[in-house]
């Protein structure tokens, strides 16, 4: 069956430090994924998406690429804001029921 | 701007009590969920709709009912709370399949 797989966090970092989240996934066919973003005390926000092998989504300073060949969907972002601190959501869409499946979710904390 | 209300936002009410969540979107979207978020922020889906008078189970079994008679609205009812269904219920929509627009989530605690 479909399922995505996040690296447990949370994850600490500095400000201005590089951000890797790693998420891999299961999936029959080639899915859409996505990366959602959740501010404390608020609903998930789409942050960026792919959509075919080898795409590359982009927002806000965050990049991912749908990678076929390792299946991961790597969100990366150069430099890291206190204001980043949120748990990210990476999720494929099921080709056969249109439902979004959702990784465990990675909390990010940056520290001034 | 994505326009969809959940409410209320936060409500602790005593077990047995019959409660409803609100659900409402602006955006004429057809496609509407509800999710449950447990403390370690994973989220399960509940219930779905993928248009008016088409309500169906999530993946996550639920005491809880929906109703979708008008595109707008979704809500979510639960006929006698219970402390097990305390947690956060995020409502949502989509136009198209995986690009969804959350509310900003109902907090529920059951005394």
């Known amino acids: 069956g479909n399922s995505v797989t996040q690296m447990e966090g949370p994850v600490t970092l500095s400000e201005e430090a590089f951000l890797t989240i790693n998420c891999t996934y299961t999936a029959t066919g080639y899915p859409s994924l996505f990366w959602y973003v959740q501010y404390p005390g608020e609903g998930l926000q789409l942050l960026l998406k792919a959509t075919k092998a080898d795409d590359k989504g982009s927002n806000k300073g965050f990049e991912a690429t749908y990678r076929k060949e390792t299946t991961s969907f790597h969100l990366e972002k150069g430099s890291v804001q206190v204001s980043d601190s949120a748990v990210y959501f990476c999720?494929?869409?099921?080709?056969?029921?249109?439902?979004?499946?959702f990784g465990q979710g990675t909390t990010l904390q940056v520290k001034p | 701007e994505a326009d969809i209300y959940q409410t209320p936002r936060y409500l602790v009410i005593g077990t047995g009590k019959k409660i409803t969540l609100e659900c409402s979107q602006t955006?004429?979207?057809?496609?509407m969920y509800w999710y449950q978020q447990d403390p370690g922020m994973e989220l399960h889906l509940i219930h779905y709709s993928y248009g008016v008078n088409s309500t169906e189970k999530g993946d996550l079994s639920s005491e809880s009912t929906v109703s979708r008679i008008r595109t707008e609205h979704f809500p979510l009812t639960l006929e006698s709370a219970r402390p097990s269904h305390t947690s956060q219920y995020l409502c949502a929509s989509s136009r198209v399949f995986g690009e969804q627009y959350f509310g900003p989530g109902t907090r529920l605690t059951v005394t």
């Open positions: 999720a494929l869409v099921s080709s056969n029921t249109g439902k979004l499946i």
């Open positions: 955006m004429g979207h057809d496609k």
